[in-house]
């Protein structure tokens, strides 16, 4: 059995050979621990911010993303893994930022005179946008992005295909394959505050943002399942430890309504749709499987994510991936504490299907590189269905 | 009285305009500034503290509040200088080196001041070093915020940075983030932590 075998039957809801194993991301060092040399594998700082900013500046964007996708298809294949989700269209005339300082970058798009200021933290590998016009101004600089966008038309040509395609011919045989749609929300980015506020004083803009934001989105998305892809995942970050970042009752008015066109799309070409997001997701659960949402991922444990109870609760609509804590457990614990936090979410989680392991976000930079392989050893030793189940 | 509970009201509300007017009502009508701030303001953003710790206010409706409430301090600070009137303590708050996320600590900042607190603000990407200058200017509390895994080694660095300098014992500590816990806090000699910018209100006051 394949992976793309294994994660269709995780969500068909059945069992399969072996518990299939899927990362949001594989970032340095872990990935560089694995192939033994730098790599452009993941979502770091380095390789998201410097090396393809370098690239975009230089001209090499094309090579960048060569690369990029080489280095991805060995790691995978060297961990044998068995879903993979970075593949993404790219602009075909992308904006070339001007580096403003040694770890620092501008964005300005001559069309809307909006700017970006992105800034790479060295000792995180971090790399974020920190400053923007959005920021700057608020609500009035997201009108004239808002009518911007509402006066083009979204159109494929703009978009360049190639890497997406050679993912397919790499590895669409063998992985389940992610396309990526999710509703961008102005929550997660630097203008947060503006956006927040938007929902109450100006809801009508955040509306029509969230609309304009969409059409493309659809557009993609839809160019992606024509390709074949197997599911699609959404990343946008819906709530903190607490809680959601907003009531119910808004994410009900803005977002489950337009999540529903992308899951909707998905079900038309008979894929599952997964949501990622950090945090305490509680409240907002009966809701995303209202609006179609066929698999979580994440289930934070530091934020109170109970995959057991969930489970119990949920197993039987929602493919549950997660949720080994790279929080804590797969930063500074020992491998002794990884076994067995793989072996309790296997255990509690797997049996009946419906289950992919990952960690409880990805495997990010400060990820152990051999605490992450412990938990690929453990899910190989004690993932092989049937598995003793913990949770009744 | 009517001024006081149409600025109560107002702030509940997050209305800028109408807070503004009603602290001005009150000042006005000869009211105290120590009563406007203490019975009308602070008690308005302990209220949504409330309902934000209840579930029922969330991030969007705290920023309103927090935003009417600064408009009406705008007009009643000064006249709170003049009265003598001392804020609940002063603080310092900063997400640590390597961290560039401040939504959270932004919100702390504003709940913090909603509670009377006067609020040294010190950014993103804060070293120990700055933390210490601030704990030398005579901050009352340190606040250190982190949204990632890997800067959270930078709080516990500050705090031992704080206790090189001989400044551990003049100065508090809190924390909160995302990947932060009690168990990590207590091991890192923290004060306190505190899971939300409301229950950093509440924590503040009993630190400081």
């Known amino acids: ?392 | 009285m009517e001024q006081l509970t149409q600025i109560y009201d107002c702030i509940l509300e997050g209305d800028m305009a109408g807070t503004s007017e009603a602290v001005q009502a009150a000042i006005d009508a000869g009211l105290p500034a120590g009563q406007i701030m203490n019975e009308g303001m602070i008690a308005a953003m302990a209220e949504v503290g409330r309902l934000f710790e209840e579930g029922e206010y969330f991030v969007p409706e705290m920023l309103i509040a927090a935003r009417a409430m600064k408009a009406g301090l705008a007009l009643i600070q000064p006249l709170l200088v003049d009265s003598g009137i001392e804020p609940a303590g002063k603080i310092a708050v900063g997400t640590v080196k390597g961290d560039l996320h401040d939504i959270g600590k932004n919100l702390v900042a504003m709940t913090l001041e909603g509670a009377g607190f006067e609020i040294l603000d010190l950014g993103t990407d804060v070293p120990p070093e700055k933390f210490i200058e601030a704990a030398k200017s005579g901050v009352d509390l340190i606040g250190l915020s982190a949204l990632l895994a890997t800067t959270m080694p930078s709080m516990e660095a500050t705090i031992k940075a704080l206790v090189a300098a001989g400044l551990r014992d003049q100065v508090k500590v809190m924390i909160g983030g995302a990947p932060v816990t009690p168990e990590y806090a207590a091991r890192i000699g923290a004060d306190g932590y505190a899971p939300d910018a409301s229950q950093a209100a509440n924590l503040a006051k009993t630190l400081v």
Request: charged share 20%; proline share 5%; with cysteine.
């Open chain 1, 1 to 392: 059995m394949n992976g793309k075998e294994r994660v269709k039957l995780a969500f068909a809801h059945q069992e399969a050979d072996r518990v299939p194993v899927m990362a949001l991301s594989i970032d340095n060092p872990t990935a560089a621990h694995v192939l033994g040399r730098s790599t452009l594998c993941g979502f770091g700082g380095r390789v998201r911010g410097v090396a393809q900013n370098q690239a975009l500046m230089a001209g090499t964007h094309h090579e960048y993303h060569q690369r990029k996708l080489s280095d991805e298809i060995e790691l995978y294949c060297a961990l044998d893994l068995d879903c993979w989700g970075e593949a993404n269209p790219i602009p075909c005339n992308p904006l070339v930022p001007e580096q403003v300082e040694e770890n620092a970058w501008r964005f300005s798009d001559p069309a809307t005179g909006l700017w970006q200021l992105y800034r790479f933290m060295p000792e995180s590998d971090a790399y974020d946008q920190v400053d923007s016009s959005l920021r700057q101004e608020g609500l009035p600089a997201l009108e004239r992005l808002t009518e911007s966008m509402e006066a083009n038309t979204p159109n494929l040509e703009d978009w360049d295909f190639t890497f997406v395609d050679m993912a397919l011919r790499e590895m669409g045989d063998d992985l389940f394959l992610l396309a990526y749609a999710d509703i961008d929300l102005g929550s997660t980015w630097d203008w947060a505050e503006h956006f927040l506020i938007g929902l109450i004083q100006a809801p009508d803009l955040i509306h029509r943002y969230l609309d304009a934001q969409l059409r493309t989105t659809l557009m993609l998305l839809e160019a992606m399942l024509e390709r074949g892809f197997d599911g699609v995942l959404g990343g946008t970050d819906w709530a903190s430890q607490k809680g959601p970042m907003f009531s119910p009752r808004h994410f009900n008015k803005f977002v489950f309504p337009r999540l529903k066109q992308i899951t909707d799309l998905c079900h038309r070409y008979g894929v599952p749709y997964i949501k990622h997001t950090d945090g305490n997701v509680n409240s907002l659960l009966d809701g995303m499987i209202a609006t179609g949402v066929d698999g979580f991922q994440a289930i934070e444990p530091v934020a109170g994510m109970d995959i057991a109870q969930i489970k119990r609760h949920y197993g039987d609509r929602l493919t549950l991936i997660g949720n080994v804590d790279c929080a804590h457990t797969l930063v500074n614990g020992t491998v002794e504490d990884v076994r067995k936090e793989t072996e309790n979410v296997i255990r509690v989680a797997a049996p009946g299907g419906g289950f992919v392991l990952s960690t409880s976000n990805s495997v990010h930079p400060g990820v152990k590189p051999e605490l992450y392989l412990a938990m690929l050893q453990t899910a190989r030793e004690v993932g092989t269905y049937p598995i003793q189940d913990r949770n009744h």
